[in-house]
């Protein structure tokens, strides 16, 4: 069966340190996106891709950055992890058309201490 | 721009009676409106979604969900609740009209919390 992972599922850094959290996903999606989820925000659109090469920023897309060198994989990386980065991360994909679900991975829980 | 708002942080309910979960919604088109739900420690799954046509929609677990464009609501129904119901539920939207913007916004989400 298709599915979207992603790695690792926890993670502890320290302030400063750069950190890269994998999504993989086997839909053959070509729309992928990294969500945040905080308490009372629900979840916030980080990163997208609507393809190979193509990357866009989301509404909270400061300190985060990604690449799409392949239709399956985009990771995120935090160029420089702070203490307000510490959240849920999830990643999510989608079939081509605006009213396809989105397909969602277990989530990574990431401490920036 | 497109927003969505779910007033109700938690919902109480008991085993066996029906439960409501709102949303309402703004977008400049039509709207694309799904359901998800999570639990604990888990990703979101899709419950069910709105697209076109029939206003009342069915969708996994025997949830349903009214579309009401005059009151920009999406409401999450289900006619009898059960414990395993429990969890975290959040409306999301898609402007149809919006042909550069395929992610999708959701609300703040609700914890339906299903008493024995």
């Known amino acids: 069966d298709a599915e979207i992972t992603q790695s690792p599922r926890h993670k502890i850094t320290e302030t400063g340190r750069q950190v890269t959290l994998a999504c993989h996903q086997t839909w053959n999606h070509n729309n992928m996106f990294w969500y945040r989820q905080d308490l009372g925000h629900g979840l916030r659109l980080i990163h997208y891709?609507?393809?190979?090469?193509?990357?866009n920023k989301g509404e909270v897309s400061d300190g985060y950055s990604v690449s799409r060198s392949n239709t399956e994989d985009l990771p995120l990386t935090l160029e420089s992890a702070a203490s307000s980065q510490t959240s849920v991360y999830f990643c999510a994909s989608s079939g081509p058309s605006r009213w396809h679900e989105q397909y969602f991975g277990p989530g990574t829980r990431l401490t920036v201490t | 721009a497109q927003s969505v708002a779910q007033p109700e942080d938690q919902v109480n309910v008991a085993e066996g009676n029906p439960l409501t979960v709102k949303c309402t919604y703004s977008v400049s088109g039509n709207p694309y409106l799904f359901w998800y739900v999570q639990y604990p420690n888990r990703g979101l799954q899709f419950l069910l979604k709105?697209?076109?046509?029939?206003?009342l929609v069915k969708g996994s677990y025997g949830f349903e969900a009214e579309f009401n464009k005059s009151q920009t609501s999406f409401h999450l129904k289900k006619p009898s609740a059960l414990v395993s119901d429990s969890a975290l539920y959040f409306c999301a939207v898609r402007d149809g009209m919006d042909t550069g913007r395929r992610a999708l916004t959701f609300g703040s989400g609700t914890r339906l919390q299903v008493q024995p």
């Open positions: 709105y697209i076109t046509g029939d206003n």
């Open positions: 891709s609507y393809g190979v090469h193509d990357t």
